[in-house]
Nanobody
Framework: QVQLVESGGGLVQPGGSLRLSCAAS????????MGWYRQAPGKQRELVAV???????NYADSVKGRLTISRDNAKNTVYLQMNSLNREDTAVYYC?????????WGQGTQVTVSS
């Protein structure tokens, strides 16, 4: 069993930055592919970025060049550095862990981009 706890969300002005963290409990963190998803009001949850167990990364087109996913296996933590934020980035951001048929979700953290 893996538990995921996100942190780092909040209110930020357009053009600002935030860093989200997702701390995982349980064993085998380094084996998991980790991802960040987001869900805006009235919209479906969408993939933002993923980082594999081998550290390869993939991003949604809308965030390329602005958001960066990384992981620290020693700390069982995955990060999402978010720069040049705009109002369209406002959403609840969820951490996700996948290993074969195992999928885990965090509870989400709210990011609001507003002046």
């Amino acid at each position: 069993q893996v538990q995921l706890v996100e942190s780092g969300g909040g209110l930020v002005q357009p053009g600002g930055s935030l860093r989200l963290s997702c701390a995982a409990s349980g064993s085998g963190f380094s084996l998991f592919d980790m991802g960040w998803y987001r869900q805006a009001p009235g919209k479906q949850r969408e993939l933002v970025a993923v980082i594999s167990s081998g550290r390869s990364t993939n991003y949604a087109d809308s965030v390329k060049g602005r958001l960066t996913i990384s992981r620290d296996n020693a700390k069982n933590t995955v990060y999402l550095q978010m720069n040049s934020l705009n109002r369209e980035d406002t959403a609840v951001y969820y951490c996700n862990a996948k290993f074969r048929a195992l999928i885990y979700w965090g509870q989400g953290t709210q990011v609001t981009v507003s002046s």
